[in-house]
């Protein structure tokens, strides 16, 4: 059984700072991707941002420049350091990872999020 175990979240003003953890547990060959998603209210779930085994990272548009992603394979370990935060990122924020569960399956595992709440 894998688990993804995301914490971090909560409330914070408007160009607050607020720093995402999840840690992966579980039976697992390897990781290939890790990653956080958010879904507003009433939005569809989006990818924020990912980081691949050998430190590539992806950004969403709007948070760039103001989040970063970091990962620590020997922890099994994703964060997500979010700074100038603004009401827009008001969301819950999942952690999502692509895995290895042998040599030859990949899936996709997800955590089941945990909310920020930016207030102005």
């Known amino acids: 059984q894998v688990q993804l175990v995301e914490s971090g979240g909560g409330l914070v003003q408007a160009g607050g700072s607020l720093g995402l953890s999840c840690v992966v547990s579980?039976?697992?060959?390897?990781?290939?991707?890790m990653g956080w998603y958010r879904q507003a209210p009433g939005k569809q779930r989006e990818l924020v941002a990912d980081?691949?085994?050998?430190?590539?990272?992806n950004y969403v548009d709007s948070v760039k420049g103001r989040f970063t992603i970091s990962r620590d394979n020997a922890k099994n370990t994703v964060y997500l350091q979010m700074n100038s935060l603004k009401p827009e990122d008001t969301a819950v924020y999942y952690c999502?990872?692509?895995?290895?569960?042998?040599?030859?399956?990949?899936?996709?595992?997800w955590g089941k999020g945990t909310l920020v709440t930016v207030s102005s």
């Open positions: 980081i691949t085994r050998g430190g590539n990272i």
């Open positions: 579980g039976s697992i060959f390897s990781i290939k991707v």
């Open positions: 999502k990872i692509q895995a290895y569960s042998s040599p030859w399956t990949l899936v996709d595992y």
